[in-house]
């Protein structure tokens, strides 16, 4: 099976990339420039430490992204299911090595990175819901009898994921799921039930929590109770975001993120070092860049002629903005540090790979959004 | 086509719909980010400019270590040093240059601050130098507006106000490792000048000594200051520790050791083991390893030829020689080959299977029986009597009076000494046992090796009614007693000790004794014991017939001093074994401080006190310290831990 073969044969290749989303691509690569340059001042100035490899992971990332558009969106309907199988195996895996290994484990050691399944978990889970709706007529689509496989299709990795265990993570994996139920036309009371059953289920959830989740949760209702602990990351990174003011106090010049108050400065607390930094202007510059890109997403998403890649285009792009919008919102106080990275920004190998991939489908739904995928 | 569009319309509509949710999500972040950043910038930017928060380590003081009496043994003294914190100066290299005008700085010390600045958090002090004069304290302190960064601050540091006399007991404490950093993760061992215990007592207590480090939590301002502390778990000082050892006894060893170029000494009690003193001359100011030593004076404590660093009481090996007498002895009582009345024919030579072996007397001793074997340390009674009672039952009798084994003591570098039997020889070198072989360790040469702690132990067994005393030098850890009490019986006929202390009461004070010049004459003060020379070289056939003098060879040719004593004589409770290296004849060298020390022993009698200590005996007077009724140095009472 030679590459060609996965690209429609009525374009020629210089075609297919002209029709890239180069608009998209630009703004991809604008906000990995923030996470760079933020992480370039993280380490001190140091490039070597953080950013140098950040920008090769992105390098790579975008040559996947390009390559993963470039595959007509019927294989990748048709991949789908062999994906999620692949994806439940890696899942599989870590959890058994890590009870062989005494830790929760969360990922698999690829040598130049460690690849934690879970993300690109993710993916798969919105591939397989965006396939199991793609026939589906409206009536099919509003029947409950038609939600046993989606539901099995979340269910079975955020078992998995729990075990590990990682509520954000699962947290996540149903979150995006039930976007997909929801976009694909479910009846809206199974939606408010739902959200009603979550909210008398929240006493008895409780109880299976473990007690640092407990703890995050606690302390993020009165960060006060523990300025020593959890809480004070709360309140340093309030105070950095803060004292940034309208204007910032210039690239480099971040002293609350430099002095080594704020942990993970790095990875989970990127977007405070920026906003430390760049100020007011840096912090919307950066959410306008979150906002155009969820719009092209979302407009490619309602221009794609076949439901399964409207579907996953949106799905994705849900996926996408969920981490956008936790992370924020943690770091500013406004939800439990939940430690979730901010995609395309934080350091981080897999996070990276896992929103370059999904945008890479995104631009083959653009692409090949005449596709004639078969049902 | 019909339930596709209407399908493509339910999807247009929800998709607009989380299309607004994301639009509305991303709103809440701004307006967020616009409260925090513009309506609460100001409080925040104050919080940030004027206090951060920062966690302090608390060192906690080590623990002192005491002798019996409470006498400090190793203390902590104040130290004034001076450090910089580079925040708080523009230009660190101007300062240190304007610090180096007024006091004496090495070069190198500027560059070690330099590089360690650019290195660390621009807030936590660096040290510059250490140990400052009065003087340079006043000097310092007077210019301090024209030395931005720099300031003075009191620090702890080690000090053993007996110098080098508890040296290798009481050991010494270094600055930490990069070992020690890898097996050990208290944060304190990262404090700047942090010292832990590295030989000694000062090693194998050191967690117990070193004590919990607190924290404190401070707010500092801008340039560093501590504005005020806003939580704080106090440091829980180190324990004290209580040592058996009398440091005047001690000290006195030391001197007494100190007209030899390298010779060693233990002082201990027959019946309960205590260590009074360990001293291995020459030894080396524990003082200066504190603050670190200058190369000259690396190389002056490891070129010496006594290897003061080595503590020779528990690790040097030594043949017995002749204080291994008693041993042979005993085995030949207890196999019956001998008792009190055998008497044996010395003509100086001793032919077996067609070797001459010879006993150190000229002529030999004539007719003797056990008594006067060991007064005289004959050769020739115990080279018969060994070859009818074999090795192994003499081996038996050494490993039952603590030989050819570590004793346990608390200090490192014990060595275990070496009895050898047929089992051995075959085991480690591959050969037969011979009876020559018999005969030569019967007198504690050849493969024999005993430590000088090895000795006293074997005396103290012998003379406190056949019990397996064990040495300890702890008495109390804190305030819980860590000594020990009861020991097992040796199952030795106490007819049989008798007459061995009958020998070497004799070698003493008997008139052909070959310590008598070194016999106590002050009434109830008198010792006994036994006379030991080991030959560290065969004497040749060519040296005996040229009649050479052993002091003639070079002195690493000489032969080891050794003596072995208990007093007072009547009711044994001191022991005092000593070894001279290279010190020629037993007698001659090593009986003289025996006699010093067994004296000076029961003068001060540090057994009188059964580790109940009330005052120090050394001129100064120090306050009670036992029994501690509350604690003294903070144990216990701090912290929260």
Not at chain 1, 102 to 128: C, D, H, T, Y
Not at chain 1, 136 to 146: C, G
Not at chain 2, 29 to 54: F, P
Not at chain 2, 530 to 553: A, F, H, P, Y
Request: glycine fraction near 10%; aromatic fraction near 10%.
């Amino acid at each position: 099976m030679s590459y060609s073969m996965f690209m429609q044969d009525d374009m020629s290749f210089r075609q297919k990339l002209l029709k890239l989303n180069w608009w998209l691509i630009i703004l991809i690569c604008s906000v990995a420039a923030v996470g760079i340059a933020s992480l370039y001042s993280a380490a001190g100035g140091d490039f070597d430490r953080w950013a140098l490899r950040q920008l090769m992971r992105f390098g790579v990332g975008m040559v996947g992204l390009v390559v993963i558009a470039l595959i007509d969106i019927k294989w990748w309907y048709r991949l789908t299911w062999p994906i999620y199988f692949i994806g439940m195996m890696m899942l599989v895996f870590v959890e058994i090595k890590g009870h062989v290994g005494m830790g929760a484990q969360r990922w698999i050691n690829l040598g130049f990175m460690q690849l934690q399944p879970s993300e690109l978990m993710k993916i798969a889970v919105i591939m397989a819901l965006a396939r199991h709706y793609h026939g589906a007529s409206i009536e099919q689509a509003r029947r409950l009898s038609f939600l046993i496989v989606p539901i099995l299709v979340i269910f079975a990795p955020v078992a998995l994921v729990l075990m590990q265990p990682d509520l954000g993570t699962a947290l996540m994996i149903i979150m995006a799921g039930a976007a997909m139920v929801f976009m694909a036309g479910a009846p809206i009371w199974l939606f408010i039930s739902a959200i009603v059953g979550a909210t008398v289920s929240v006493p008895i959830i409780w109880q299976f929590l473990h007690e640092y989740q407990k703890k995050r949760i606690r302390t993020f209702l009165d960060p006060e109770s523990d300025p020593l602990g959890a809480g004070y990351h709360i309140t340093q990174s309030k105070i950095a975001i803060g004292s940034g003011g309208v204007e910032g106090k210039g690239f480099l010049q971040g002293t609350q993120s430099h002095l080594n108050f704020l942990p993970e400065k790095q990875t989970d607390f990127i977007f405070t070092l920026w906003v430390e930094e760049w100020g007011l202007f840096g912090g919307v510059f950066l959410l306008m860049l979150f906002l155009f890109i969820f719009i092209t997403v979302l407009r490619t998403s309602l221009r794609c002629r076949h439901n399964f890649g409207r579907y996953l285009a949106l799905g994705v792009g849900v996926n996408f903005s969920l981490y956008v919008f936790i992370n924020i919102a943690m770091v500013m106080g406004l939800i439990p540090v939940v430690g979730a990275p901010l995609p395309l920004v934080s350091y981080g190998g897999t996070s990276m790979l896992a929103a370059l991939i999904g945008f890479g489908l995104i631009m083959s739904c653009g692409i090949y959004r005449h596709s004639k995928v078969t049902r | 086509m019909h339930h596709d569009e209407y399908s493509e319309k339910i999807f247009t509509r929800r998709a607009f719909f989380i299309g607004s949710l994301q639009v509305i999500g991303l709103g809440i972040l701004g307006s967020r980010l616009a409260w925090l950043q513009i309506a609460q910038g100001k409080r925040y930017k104050t919080l940030s400019d004027k206090n951060r928060i920062n966690i302090k380590i608390l060192p906690p003081p080590r623990g002192q270590i005491v002798d019996r009496f409470g006498v400090p043994l190793a203390v902590n003294a104040q130290i004034y040093r001076v450090l910089i914190i580079s925040e708080q100066s523009d230009d660190i290299m101007a300062s240190l240059k304007a610090l180096q005008k007024i006091i004496d700085i090495d070069d190198k010390d500027i560059k070690r601050v330099i590089k360690q600045a650019s290195k660390t958090a621009k807030f936590i002090p660096i040290k510059i130098k250490e140990g400052l004069s009065w003087g340079e304290v006043a000097k310092v302190e007077v210019n301090l507006p024209d030395l931005p960064g720099i300031f003075i601050d009191v620090g702890d540091i080690r000090s053993y106000p007996y110098r080098d006399a508890t040296a290798h007991v009481v050991g010494y404490v270094r600055s930490v490792s990069k070992e020690d950093l890898e097996k050990d993760n208290d944060p304190v061992l990262r404090l700047p000048g942090f010292r832990v215990g590295k030989t000694g007592i000062e090693k194998f207590y050191d967690r117990a000594l070193r004590g919990r480090a607190g924290a404190a939590e401070v707010e500092v301002n801008v340039i560093g200051r501590e504005v005020r502390e806003l939580k704080r778990k106090n440091a829980l000082a180190g324990k004290r520790v209580t040592l058996t050892i009398d440091g005047e006894l001690q000290r006195y060893a030391m001197e007494v050791l100190s007209v030899h170029k390298s010779a060693s000494a233990v002082v201990m009690d027959a019946h309960s083991g205590a260590i009074y003193a360990m001293a291995s001359y020459p030894a080396f100011d524990p003082n200066m390893f504190v603050r670190g030593l200058s190369s000259e004076e690396w190389k002056e404590v490891t070129d010496n030829l006594g290897k003061p660093q080595t503590n020779k009481a528990v690790s040097g090996q030594y043949p017995p020689a002749s204080t291994f007498k008693m041993i042979t002895a005993l085995a030949g009582l207890k196999a019956g080959v001998i008792d009190k009345n055998t008497f044996v024919f010395c003509s100086e030579k001793y032919e077996f299977g067609g070797k001459s072996f010879h006993c150190w007397k000229k002529y030999g001793h004539g007719n003797v029986n056990l008594v006067k074997a060991l007064e005289q340390s004959c050769d020739i009674y115990f080279y018969k009597m060994a070859t009818k009672v074999g090795i192994d039952a003499i081996a038996d009798m050494a490993r039952r009076f603590g030989l050819g084994q570590k004793l346990g003591i608390e200090l490192s570098q014990e060595s275990a000494g070496l009895i050898p039997d047929v089992a051995w020889k075959k085991q480690v070198l591959g050969q037969k046992w011979y009876q020559g072989d018999t005969i030569i360790s019967s007198i504690g040469q050849g493969d024999v090796l005993a430590t000088p702690l090895q000795l006293a132990v074997m005396t103290a067994r012998m003379v406190n009614g056949g019990f397996a005393v064990k040495p300890w030098v702890t008495g109390y850890l804190g305030d819980k007693f860590l000594g020990h009490k009861k020991w097992e019986s040796l199952g030795i006929s106490k007819s049989h000790l008798k007459l061995v202390m009958q020998g070497m009461e004799a070698v003493v004070n008997g008139k052909n004794g070959t310590a008598r010049s070194s016999r106590i004459e002050r009434k109830g003060f008198e010792m006994a014991g036994k006379t030991g020379t080991s030959q560290v070289q065969r004497i040749t056939m060519e040296q005996r017939r040229q009649g050479i003098k052993n002091e003639d060879l070079p002195w690493k040719q000489r032969h080891h001093a050794l003596f072995v004593g208990y007093a007072p004589m009547k009711n044994p409770r001191y022991i005092c074994s000593v070894v001279v290296e290279h010190g020629i004849g037993g007698s001659r060298a090593a009986a003289p401080i025996a006699k010093l020390l067994l004296e000076k022993s029961q003068i001060r009698d540090p057994a009188r006190i059964q580790m109940q200590p009330e005052i120090a005996e050394s001129g100064t007077s120090f306050p009670v310290l036992w029994p501690p009724k509350k604690p003294i140095y903070g144990e216990n009472n701090q912290g929260d831990f």
